[in-house]
């Protein structure tokens, strides 16, 4: 890492000597040239290396050379066309180019072919064309200036910030008018339905070219009904036909697939030459995937495969758009339930707007709708299937069981998929209207009453039968084996044996209650049920409100990270007088090894702040108190004790006696925090980049002892890079870090640093996956540079 420095230092000088790059306070760097910050000399040096940089330094070269042979020509007639300056320069040698002032005809920019001929045409006394006299001046020499392009996804955002969202709630006219506001106010808009169209329809030209026979089919909430402006695209590469047709087209005997003649998977560029998808696996058809994305699809950047997750994907972006989404190859049941979704909205419309109120009120609360999937919180999937059991339970029903539906099915509506029985009727024409006349005040409060006090962990909530079953019965039925139960069970519609919640956490399933109470309380006030006539906030607004944040920091968000210092330094001997010296020492290692962590092996911006953790931090400008995550880092080890041990002879002392002593050296208060911003999705992929530099250019002898950091920092670089065609302008996430030494819980040998992230409003949700890969990830790496700073 230190030779990469080094590098970079020279790197640094040639780009300051330009004046591009300028140093911020903390280490940071800006670049002038592309507006963009970094934070850190690394990442300075990778930007400067990066695509975009050299693009605009090219860019600018090339202006520059232009500016440099070209005269500002004006005082020729209104209209005289570009072509007879042209002629008329060429008499002191080649032009390359003339740009006319199209708006009002009074200028042109003549380029001549080189700084000889521009000297020639300005050592001429006195220009005249047509009878006119023209005035030749050199081109004036303008700063290149890069404009950004504008972020579309952002002005969207913006549209909706949770002002302008209270505002024209509190406008309608009642509780309903409200609700179903709110679904006018989220879905797509025209113009996002048509560009989300033109997509899949780009999608399916480039992949038909590559896969024969492929059919690229959109689901979830573009489809669902469930639309919110900026969601995911969620696509499935269907690869069915493209297999059948390839293996017809390997075995001449059998004769080929009428509806594919002009099928060619033999052809030299066929990429189906190459592979046989039958006994291709599945993360190769995902590589495959990747590379048409990038290579073949216009506009498409940020191209990454996940395969760890539960259907693997790979990811994308569109640039223009910002619009994010994921191609899969086997989702065929996602495709059903998909449009399960949709007949359960054609068949009551209360369902819409109960889902889009319900699922904007979880998000609030950071209790669903991660928009990566993953973590411990609902997804918007199986949050919406919550609503519509939520619905089968009310008497009379507003939805009926998926039991009851598949009775309705004819006989052609038999279907299948992957071995389970997802029969319904295809449309909502067979289903009788409910009897249930419920308003949509009255079905939300009652939403939030239901489940109150519901015992998530103790039945299996099941759509297919619209009931609750209890965990001993289903123990005893064919699908129990698999089926993954835990504080959260809500069982797949079709997937009978997959638990849609089996991620929910039991912190996540008690707050989910609580959550729910407090909405239960609060729909039974009167400024829920009737509008304000004072111009208060009223109706389903106060329920957007995020919630007490003490009881989000307490119960929501705190997670013990036991951090194993037994390899720890020890402390440097002028500090083993004062025991509170001692842990002030360990506490400012700790900052600087978390500081180190996000700045040099992520590669986030991260600047110390003066605040503090507590009043001050919570007023500044982004932070959001009532979504704060925190992690409790318990410092467990005798690392911390064991020089006190020794010096004092503590390990006579008893359990509280060393409690007692603790306490009193703690210093108890002291806190750092930092601004930071992530700016790459640092935390997706990572494994698959550490097997690639394992498996390259590091030395396998240096491998383990190098330590985590360098090889994390290198991965994070890598990452960058893939993702970084165009280093962003804007980061992706922004938090604050307060890290705080607090008192040993009971029992605990040693003091706590608590680290709490405080995301940017109305990045909760965003942040949460960023969150859960710090969880793991940032003990082990302050553990290393602990240990590294031995
Ligand atoms: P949004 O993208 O707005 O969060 P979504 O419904 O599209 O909502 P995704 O997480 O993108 O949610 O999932 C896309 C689709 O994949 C879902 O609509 C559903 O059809 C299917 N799906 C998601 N999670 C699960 C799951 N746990 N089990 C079964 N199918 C799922
Ligand atoms: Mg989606």
Redesign the pocket.
Known sequence: MAGEGEEGGGLLEGSALLGDVESLPRGGFRCRLCHVTVANQPSLDDHLRGKKHQRLENLRTVRQTQERRSVFVSGFRKGTPASELSSYFQAFGEVANVVMDKDKGVYAIVELQSEAVLEKVLAEPQHSLGGQRLRVKPREKKDFKYNPPRKQGAAKREQLSPEKLAQNLCQADDVDAQMSLMVRLFEFSESERRLRDLLVTLFQEVFLEFFPGSAILP????V?G?D?SG??L?LFLDLEKTKSFQASAKAPNIPQDGASPELDTHSEDSILSDIDLATTTVPEVLELIATVLKKCVPGVHRVQTVLSA?RPVVKFCHKESGLRGDVSIN?K??LC??RF?QLCIEADERVRPLVYVVRHWAKQQALA?N?F?GGPLL????L?LLVLFFLQMRNPPVLPTVNHLKELSNADEQTTVDGWDCTFPKDSSRLDPSGNKENLCSLLAEFFREFEDYDFAGCVISLREGRPLPRPSLLASEVSNKLKLGPFNLQ?PF?LS?N?SANVNEKTALRFQRCCRDAAKYCRSLQYQRKSTKGKIWGIVRLFQPGNPEAVATDGFVLNLPLKLSAGPPPPCELLNRAGDLHQAWFQKICAGVAFTLRDVLGCSCFETPQGCGEEAVSSGFQQPEEQIEVKMKLLSAGTKRPLDSEEGEGALSPSAKKSRTDASLPVGESTTWDCSAWQHVWLGRRRVRRQLRGTDLDPTTTENAGSLELEAKVSRLLSQQEGEATPTEPLLRFTVCAQATEAASGEPGPRVRLRFTPALEQAAAFQEFFHFLQGFLPRMVEQYLVSKT
């Open positions: 689901f979830g909430s573009s669902n469930f919110v969601c995911d969620d539960r989702n049941l996602a339930n998909t979704l709708g928009p999937g997804n918007n999937y199986a919406t797949d997937e997959h849609v």
